[in-house]
């Protein structure tokens, strides 16, 4: 019965209102990576050129999706795209020191996410996983559908001086409110998320309901 009337709550919810709540939501979102990229550029610029010009595109790419008004949500394929770009951009600037591996379920493709939310989670996992080590780190992008239900996780490895959840990186929290605001605008009690340290690991895990 509860969820029943959570249900019948979600399908109440003034259109307008929600659509006005995701943007404002949406438009926090900075990314940190902005200079970093621009920087990377300029080192590019005078010894490889055309390297420095696909950075470049791929940072407006991202920008231009990040800006436009894009609704209330976009397919998971989408933001794999959007992911797979921005992850483009840092390994220029990380080089082996990232080590990206993605595990993907095309049957959980189109599933319902709100835009530009996939970005900042992988984000996170560069800035708390890869950056502040000097071995760098690795980052395990993986979708599936179970069922009824896609399952998407982001796992990224830590420092080796964060072992345990007391010590993980604080700075996860900004974002990831975003994100849980974000999710439960848009499917309201029917969305799972979670995130903590699991066996020396970071992981970010969302369950959606499958289209």
Same mark, same amino acid.
């Given at each position: 019965?509860?969820?029943?009337?959570?249900?019948?709550? /979600?399908?109440?919810?003034?259109p307008?209102?929600?659509?006005a709540?995701?943007?404002?939501?949406?438009?926090?979102?900075?990314?940190?990576?902005?200079f970093?990229?621009?920087?990377?550029?300029? /080192?590019?610029?005078?010894?490889?050129?055309?390297?420095?010009?696909?950075l470049?595109e791929?940072?407006?790419?991202?920008?231009?999706?990040?800006?436009?008004e894009?609704?209330?949500?976009?397919?998971?394929?989408?933001?794999?795209?959007?992911?797979?770009?921005?992850?483009?951009?840092?390994?220029?600037?990380?080089g082996?020191?990232?080590r990206?591996?993605?595990?993907?379920?095309a049957r959980?493709? /189109?599933?319902?996410?709100?835009?530009?939310?996939?970005?900042?989670?992988v984000?996170?996992?560069?800035?708390?996983?890869?950056?502040?080590?000097?071995?760098?780190g690795?980052?395990?992008i993986?979708?599936?559908?179970?069922?009824?239900?896609?399952?998407?996780?982001?796992?990224?490895?830590?420092?080796?001086?964060?072992?345990?959840?007391?010590?993980?990186?604080?700075?996860?929290?900004?974002?990831?409110?975003?994100?849980?605001?974000?999710?439960?605008?848009?499917?309201?009690?029917?969305?799972?998320?979670?995130?903590?340290?699991?066996?020396?690991?970071?992981?970010v895990?969302?369950?959606?309901?499958?289209?």
């Amino acid at each position: 019965l509860l969820v029943t009337a959570l249900r019948m709550r /979600a399908r109440a919810r003034t259109p307008a209102a929600t659509t006005a709540r995701l943007t404002e939501l949406q438009a926090r979102i900075r990314p940190h990576f902005l200079f970093n990229t621009l920087n990377s550029a300029i /080192a590019l610029v005078r010894d490889e050129p055309a390297k420095a010009e696909a950075l470049l595109e791929d940072l407006s790419d991202l920008f231009r999706h990040a800006l436009v008004e894009q609704g209330e949500s976009a397919t998971l394929e989408e933001e794999i795209v959007l992911a797979r770009r921005y992850l483009d951009i840092e390994q220029v600037r990380f080089g082996e020191r990232m080590r990206v591996q993605w595990v993907l379920d095309a049957r959980a493709n /189109a599933a319902r996410l709100p835009p530009l939310l996939l970005q900042p989670l992988v984000e996170n996992a560069v800035k708390h996983g890869v950056e502040p080590s000097a071995r760098g780190g690795k980052l395990r992008i993986a979708t599936e559908r179970r069922g009824g239900r896609v399952v998407l996780t982001i796992t990224n490895t830590l420092p080796t001086d964060r072992p345990t959840a007391e010590d993980a990186p604080r700075g996860h929290g900004i974002a990831q409110a975003n994100v849980r605001d974000r999710l439960r605008l848009l499917h309201d009690v029917d969305c799972d998320f979670s995130a903590g340290v699991q066996g020396g690991l970071y992981q970010v895990r969302i369950s959606l309901p499958a289209p």
